[in-house]
Nanobody, 123 residues
């Protein structure tokens, strides 16, 4: 059964860092582009970052550029989202998603989704 599991969320103070992981089971991520999305209460889901299946191409929302870094370890079947200089407005549930494609997109057009991990940035 194809499954994505996010981990690494938690409570962090403003300016702190977290690293989110997205681990796949039931399939290999080698041929899948991966996107990270987030949704805060009362807000629409938004694309945060994405990475191509090869890892050669990445994309970031303007709100996280320079602070977040996406990477992948295909051997470990895992994609990471390193989040630095976190702000209260980064507080949201974070989801990873996969699609069988070379190229990634910041649109929510991914067929496979994880259950999410909560990130709370607060002092």
């Amino acid at each position: 059964q194809l499954q994505l599991v996010e981990s690494g969320g938690g409570l962090v103070q403003p300016g702190g860092s977290l690293r989110l992981s997205c681990t796949a089971s039931g399939f290999t991520l080698d041929y899948y582009a991966i996107g990270w999305f987030r949704q805060a209460p009362g807000k629409l889901r938004e694309g945060v970052s994405c990475i191509s299946s090869s890892g050669d191409s990445t994309n970031y929302a303007d709100s996280v550029k320079g602070r977040f870094t996406i990477s992948r370890d295909n051997a470990g079947n895992t994609v990471f989202l390193q989040m630095n200089s976190l702000k209260p407005e980064d507080t949201a549930a974070y989801y990873c998603a996969a699609r069988p494609s070379l190229d990634c997109t910041m649109a929510s057009t991914y067929p496979f989704w994880g259950q999410g991990t909560q990130v709370t940035v607060s002092s």
